[in-house]
């Protein structure tokens, strides 16, 4: 396999072709099996491409470094979002899938976010859960006909409500299709979130995924 499927990863194949493939991406403290199941349940019979996050923070893999609870160290950032990216084309060749979509979770959601924005070809589309704006100067990509969805938690002590809609109006104003909520929850997945995720990958529109495969 290439070199450039450098990172710890499960991979579970698709049963049903027409399902779109995902790209699951964990939170801080979580690894390649976190949202396997989560996967199975947004998207029956999808492939499913889970890497482990490869920075460590207090023995916990993440997926880029930060100074702090939500400040991000940019720079890392950028280079592990061109890495994933990377992994992602790697992948597609060895296993045969399509563009995926993203479903991240915290920090996976934020750098689906970096990813959508340096490199935006990369993606189908994303589910972006409790995410927040990645880098302070996005580039002004042209993201039309990538598809996300974002749930957000009004009451979340990690993201703001500000920041998560100024990611929501950042992605739309580069052409992105974005459906955004904002539940009355914390930082945690809730039952509503696999509702939400569900409904939305099911109306996809599948010949805009082709399009973008
Ligand atoms: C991050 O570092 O990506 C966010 O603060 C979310 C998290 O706590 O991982």
């Known amino acids: ?99 995926p979509i993203a479903v991240g979770f915290s920090n996976g959601a934020n750098i689906a976010a970096a990813v959508l924005l340096l490199r935006p070809d990369t993606l189908a589309g994303a589910i972006l859960l409790r995410a927040m704006v990645p880098l302070a100067h996005p580039p002004k990509v042209d993201l039309s006909g990538k598809r996300i969805l974002m749930v957000s938690g009004d009451h979340d002590p990690i993201v703001p409500r500000e920041n998560a809609a100024q990611l929501a109006s950042l992605l739309s104003a580069r052409g992105a299709q974005v459906e955004s909520h904002s539940l009355p929850i914390g930082h945690q997945l809730s039952q509503a979130d696999l509702t939400l995720g569900r409904r939305w990958i099911e109306a996809l529109d599948r010949t805009t995924l082709e399009k973008a495969s």
């Open 1 to 99: 396999m290439s070199d450039k499927l450098a990172f710890i990863h499960r991979f579970e194949p698709a049963t049903r072709l027409e399902a779109p493939p995902l790209l699951l991406l964990h939170g801080t403290g979580g690894d390649e099996n976190d949202l396997l199941q989560l996967g199975g349940l947004l998207s029956p019979g999808s492939a499913r491409l889970s890497p482990r996050g490869k920075v460590i923070e207090n023995g916990m893999p993440r997926f880029f470094r930060r100074h702090a609870e939500g400040v991000f160290d940019e720079d890392d950032l950028r280079v592990r979002a061109n890495e994933l990216a990377d992994f992602v084309e790697a992948a597609r060749n060895a296993y045969g899938i399509g563009k």
